[in-house]
């Protein structure tokens, strides 16, 4: 199992449990980020803060607005209202690529592996800045080659950490679908994150590769990075997560140690409705 | 019944110039269609812009052939711009009505009376070839067992069969390249692409472009072959024939175009000739008039086409392990 650390790391060791609360080195701050869909609110964030160089999990009842504040984040839809920065660079209104490019960058909840693509070609195209992307050089493969030859050898490398590299000239269709959720998690890396967001990486995983997929998003942290992840399995967030966010009805409701939030009454009736099933919050996902 | 004269009528046809005007259309839909998974039903309207950039520059404007050939390639990148830069953004379907739509209206505009002045409106224009012809290099034509040709017809698919290579080398390179490599991955799922800090709508319109401009080619050695521009040509199913021959070829495959080109021609031609001589013979029941012979010729061509997708669906150079992951 991986660790399991009851109290949080050190940079949050002071941070009160409370929701909207500021970290020491937020590498994320989210303010007033509103989305609604017609009557319906989705994501009516207030403030939050994301500190680096942990594991932060989000998580919330179905219909919180976990995948719509992601998609909002990392510029797949737009919001009504707020702004969000990251490393301090502003990024309201930046086109999603843009946001990939600048070290923020997400997987989805449904797998997008690339199919009629081989494992290696999807590995490849997460690098960013190749000059063969440009349509003027593409032709004259001298110039790009040697910089294919480098992105090749950093894609072997994470290919071999997550066991896909004999794999590498299949199709990504013929992956089973655990195997997918690795190769995206490891596409993602190509590009180079500083924040990774994770949408739901567990979902639909046999409880095998569960473990094996909890010891990579455990290595991302231990190698610099910072994550968030989206998660239903409550002993995934229990085992792996420094911090967790409680979203619900779009408002973010709670935040803190793992071990804090078990016990918030606010997320137990959140989930419930009522705080007598606190035992069945506790026992089941 | 002479099949041996049909077949060898069909052979012609198989590398005549509307296969290679057609293996041209079809090369610029690979591009969009096989590579990007752009549905452009609107191929012709590149055509149209082809030919009559052509056409409009030098029998409206007296400019030179070669000036022409620079005013069409102009008028097809222009068309992708307009074309794309509204739809691209947008769910692939509009896209799809949005360019059959508009080779539609292009077709109708320089067919109608007030545009007479510029495009010659219902009665096209002529003439539009005379300095390609005056700059024919070859003392005959062409004589290879049943591929004769005379030696203007030579001369004109000469060029149009070197541009098809051309363009066939130069689309093979680039979907070497790790520019293609982003375009397949748009193909397979854009928000992937994007995810991955790819600019989406820039590759789109880059591939729209690309393909557009190949396939106006086909329109402008359509106007030279021919000398003359007529608006009844560019019709929607021309769009329809060169899906069928990219599909036939097998699409996203790099020889597939011209393959797909040659053999549907030959299949069509043959029919045609086919049809026509049963008849002249009798053999045909009598609801058979003169009259139904194109159709008649058209429905056996279709059941010919969907035999070979029925019995090789990923067409005659595509990867079968990549259809299979289609589902």
């Known amino acids: 199992m991986p660790d399991t650390s009851p109290m949080p790391p050190g ?6 449990h409370e929701p909207c609360v500021a970290k020491p080195d937020p590498i994320l701050v989210a ?12 994501v009516d964030v207030d403030h939050l803060e994301v500190q680096r160089g942990v594991i932060t999990a989000v998580i919330g009842p179905n219909g919180a607005g976990k995948t719509t504040f992601f ?3 990392t510029g797949f839809d737009s919001p009504d209202h707020g702004s969000w920065s990251f490393n301090g660079v502003d990024l309201t209104g930046q086109a999603s690529h843009h946001i990939a490019r600048k070290g923020l960058v997400r997987t989805f909840q449904l797998t997008k592996a690339l199919s009629r693509l081989t494992v290696m070609d999807n590995m490849k195209l997460g690098a960013v800045d190749q000059r063969g992307e440009r349509l003027l050089n593409a032709v004259f493969s001298a110039l790009w080659r040697d910089q294919e030859r480098e992105i090749e050898g950093r894609a072997t490398e994470i290919l071999e950490r997550f066991q896909l590299l004999d794999k590498q000239d299949d199709y990504a269709g013929e992956l089973s679908g655990g195997q997918r959720k690795l190769l995206e998690m490891a596409r993602a890396l190509m590009v180079g994150p500083e924040l990774i967001l994770l949408d739901e990486p567990m979902a639909g995983v046999n409880p095998a590769l569960v473990q094996s997929l909890l010891r990579h998003v455990t290595q991302l942290r231990d190698d610099g990075m910072s994550v968030i992840f989206v998660e239903h399995d409550m002993d995934v967030v229990m085992n792996i997560s420094d911090w967790v966010a409680v979203l619900a009805e779009g408002r973010v409701i709670a935040e803190g140690p793992p071990a804090s939030i078990l016990s918030n009454p606010d997320v137990i009736s959140a989930y419930l409705g009522s705080d007598e099933g606190a035992d069945g919050f506790l026992d089941g996902e | 019944m002479d099949l041996i004269s049909v077949a060898e009528t069909a052979l012609r ?12 259309l079809a090369i610029g839909l690979n591009v969009h269609y096989g590579y990007t998974g752009l549905l452009n039903f609107g191929q012709v309207g590149f055509m149209l812009v082809g030919a009559y950039g052509v056409g ?3 029998a409206t404007f ?8 620079g005013v069409a390639i102009v008028f097809a990148i222009a068309l992708a711009l307009l074309l794309g830069a509204p739809t691209l953004r947008l769910r692939s379907d509009y896209f799809a009505i949005t360019t059959i739509a508009i080779a539609e209206v292009l077709r109708l505009l320089v067919r109608s009376s007030p545009a007479t002045d510029l495009t010659g409106g219902p009665f096209g224009l002529q003439s539009v070839a005379v300095e390609f012809y005056a700059v024919n290099p070859l003392p005959a034509g062409l004589s290879l067992g049943p591929l004769t040709y005379p030696v203007a017809v030579t001369w004109s698919l000469l060029v149009t069969w070197t541009l098809v290579v051309l363009a066939t080398v130069l689309v093979a390179l680039l979907m070497k390249s790790p520019w293609g490599r982003v375009l397949r991955a748009i193909r397979e799922d854009e928000d992937a692409a994007r995810s991955l800090g790819k600019n989406v709508f820039s590759y789109k319109m880059q591939s729209l472009v690309l393909g557009g401009v190949i396939g106006s080619l086909g329109g402008v050695m359509y106007a030279i072959a021919g000398s003359t521009v007529n608006a009844d040509i560019f019709r929607p199913q021309v769009t329809f024939y060169a899906y069928a021959i990219l599909i036939l070829g097998g699409a996203a495959s790099r020889l597939g175009p011209i393959v797909g080109a040659v053999i549907f021609w030959f299949l069509f031609s043959f029919v045609q000739g086919f049809v026509r001589q049963a008849q002249s013979a009798d053999l045909l029941p009598d609801f058979f008039s003169s009259g139904a012979i194109g159709g008649a010729a058209l429905t056996l061509t279709g059941i010919g086409l969907m035999l070979l997708v029925v019995f090789r669906p990923q067409g005659i150079f595509g990867n079968k392990r990549e259809l299979a992951l289609d589902a």
Do not use: K
């Open chain 1, 11 to 16: 940079p949050l060791a002071d941070v009160a």
């Open chain 1, 31 to 42: 303010d007033e980020v509103r989305r609604s869909f017609g009557g319906l609110t989705a």
């Open chain 1, 71 to 73: 998609n909002l984040l």
């Open chain 2, 13 to 24: 046809s198989a590398f005549g110039p509307q296969a290679a005007f057609y293996a041209l």
């Open chain 2, 56 to 58: 409009i520059s030098v």
């Open chain 2, 62 to 69: 007296g400019l030179s052939l070669w000036a022409g050939v």
